[in-house]
């Protein structure tokens, strides 16, 4: 495999990779609805789970798009949507300006060379019945790339050394392995094939933290080698903004504030961005200790029957009646920095009061 070099340098902070302000991939209202079915012998729709709702964003070549969000928000339905595993109910996804949605036979073939996945479970993500060969040498026989044993082979064992695994271990099975390493693999398989771009679902999330930063930095490293594109998807805050140029921040299927990592941590518009991001531990006890954050009143409603207007209303604390009236429009609040509130910048009562940001870290050297 043969590194791609970087041109172009935009953005010094580890972490994040050159972007050119071409967009690689482009999501415009985005919407998939699940039918809610009941009867048994005359089966009938009787409503509709809006997982994701209009949703809109775009990730630019070389970059990292990070998607937050607490679970059940859609972050996972909109990857599997762009990895064609769901069919969108509305709207398009453009990558390299072709229209994904569209996309059959052949030409959803070369696609999916294009854009592969790094599940969350290393562990469930691999066939426990296959070795790591074989794990590996799979894409290249599914998409016929021509290799015979002795090509599979170079290929098998040039992914293991661009990943940090030993050659030996091609012969082992994923129960043989400890969760790091089986995520290596799959990081090893997605790079298998060349792809543009790839979708880190919870990537991380379930290693530990010493690990988690192997494979952050990891990930770092392969992206500037070979010019990838991740979109990413996580709970850990600290980690997005480590390896993330621009955020997203999703509620009730909807996409309520994105923009530079920077600027959404530190100047957070959007009554619930800021709520999250006061949930999050600040690892100086003296700070911690004089902090009094409250959760948001409320459960989170049904996405089978959403607020009207503003998904947030019903919990935000600075909601007013205009705010169920219409969903907003997104506004802008800086340079590549957008809300979707009638009110984003408002100040919020003390009690959620922001920490000082989130710091730059999360990866250790």
């Not at 530990?208 to 992206?223: F, H």
């Not at 309520?256 to 619930?272: I, K, N, S, T």
């Not at 989170?300 to 169920?324: D, K, L």
């Not at 219409?326 to 340079?335: F, I, L």
């Given at each position: 495999?043969?590194?791609?070099?970087a041109?172009t340098?935009?953005?010094?902070?580890?972490?994040t990779?050159?972007?050119?302000?071409?967009?690689r991939i482009?999501?415009t209202?985005l919407?998939v609805?699940f039918p809610v079915m009941r009867?048994?012998l005359f089966?009938?729709e009787?409503g509709?789970v809006?997982?994701?709702?209009?949703?809109?964003f775009?990730?630019?070549?070389?970059?990292?798009?990070g998607?937050?969000?607490?679970s059940?928000c859609?972050?996972?339905?909109?990857?599997?949507?762009?990895l064609k595993?769901?069919?969108?109910?509305?709207?398009t996804?453009?990558f390299?300006?072709?229209d994904?949605?569209?996309?059959k036979g052949?030409?959803?073939?070369?696609?999916?060379r294009q854009?592969q996945?790094i599940?969350?479970d290393?562990?469930?993500?691999?066939?426990p019945?296959?070795?790591v060969?074989?794990?590996?040498?799979?894409?290249?026989i599914?998409?016929?790339?021509?290799?015979?044993?002795a090509?599979l082979?170079?290929?098998?064992?040039?992914?293991?050394d661009?990943?940090g695994?030993?050659?030996r271990i091609a012969?082992?099975?994923p129960?043989e392995?400890?969760?790091?390493?089986?995520?290596r693999v799959?990081?090893?398989?997605?790079l298998?094939?060349?792809?543009e771009?790839i979708v880190?679902?919870?990537?991380?999330s379930?290693l530990?933290?010493?690990?988690?930063?192997q494979?952050v930095?990891?990930l770092?490293?392969?992206?500037?080698a070979f010019?990838?594109t991740?979109?990413f998807i996580?709970?850990?805050?600290?980690?997005?903004?480590h390896?993330c140029?621009?955020v997203?921040?999703m509620y009730?299927?909807?996409?309520?504030?994105q923009?530079?990592?920077?600027?959404l941590?530190?100047?957070?518009?959007?009554?619930?961005?800021r709520?999250?991001?006061?949930?999050?531990?600040v690892?100086d006890?003296?700070?911690e200790?004089?902090?009094?954050?409250?959760?948001l009143?409320?459960e989170v409603?049904?996405?089978v029957?959403?607020p009207?207007?503003?998904?947030?209303?019903?919990?935000?604390p600075?909601?007013?009646?205009?705010?169920?009236?219409?969903?907003?429009a997104?506004?802008a609040?800086?340079?590549?920095?957008f809300a979707a509130?009638?009110?984003a910048?408002?100040?919020?009562?003390?009690s959620?009061?922001?920490?000082?940001?989130i710091?730059i870290?999360?990866?250790a050297?």
């Amino acid at each position: 495999m043969e590194a791609a070099t970087a041109t172009t340098a935009t953005d010094e902070r580890p972490g994040t990779a050159p972007a050119s302000g071409a967009a690689r991939i482009e999501v415009t209202g985005l919407a998939v609805h699940f039918p809610v079915m009941r009867g048994q012998l005359f089966r009938r729709e009787v409503g509709r789970v809006r997982a994701v709702d209009g949703v809109s964003f775009s990730i630019r070549r070389g970059e990292t798009f990070g998607l937050v969000g607490e679970s059940g928000c859609g972050k996972t339905t909109i990857a599997r949507t762009i990895l064609k595993l769901l069919e969108p109910t509305g709207g398009t996804i453009h990558f390299d300006g072709q229209d994904v949605t569209r996309l059959k036979g052949g030409g959803l073939k070369r696609f999916r060379r294009q854009v592969q996945a790094i599940f969350q479970d290393p562990y469930s993500s691999l066939n426990p019945r296959m070795t790591v060969g074989d794990i590996l040498r799979e894409p290249f026989i599914v998409h016929a790339m021509g290799l015979d044993r002795a090509g599979l082979d170079r290929e098998v064992h040039s992914l293991l050394d661009v990943c940090g695994l030993p050659r030996r271990i091609a012969g082992r099975y994923p129960h043989e392995m400890s969760g790091g390493q089986r995520q290596r693999v799959g990081i090893a398989r997605a790079l298998a094939l060349k792809p543009e771009l790839i979708v880190c679902d919870e990537a991380v999330s379930a290693l530990d933290v010493s690990v988690q930063a192997q494979i952050v930095n990891l990930l770092e490293e392969l992206q500037k080698a070979f010019g990838l594109t991740y979109l990413f998807i996580a709970h850990d805050l600290g980690v997005v903004r480590h390896l993330c140029r621009r955020v997203g921040v999703m509620y009730l299927g909807r996409l309520v504030e994105q923009g530079d990592a920077d600027a959404l941590f530190d100047r957070p518009a959007h009554p619930y961005t800021r709520a999250l991001l006061s949930a999050v531990p600040v690892p100086d006890p003296a700070i911690e200790a004089e902090r009094t954050p409250q959760p948001l009143d409320g459960e989170v409603p049904s996405p089978v029957n959403p607020p009207s207007g503003c998904v947030f209303h019903p919990r935000c604390p600075i909601a007013i009646p205009e705010c169920a009236a219409a969903p907003p429009a997104p506004r802008a609040m800086g340079a590549d920095h957008f809300a979707a509130c009638i009110r984003a910048g408002t100040p919020l009562p003390p009690s959620l009061a922001l920490a000082p940001s989130i710091p730059i870290e999360g990866a250790a050297p």
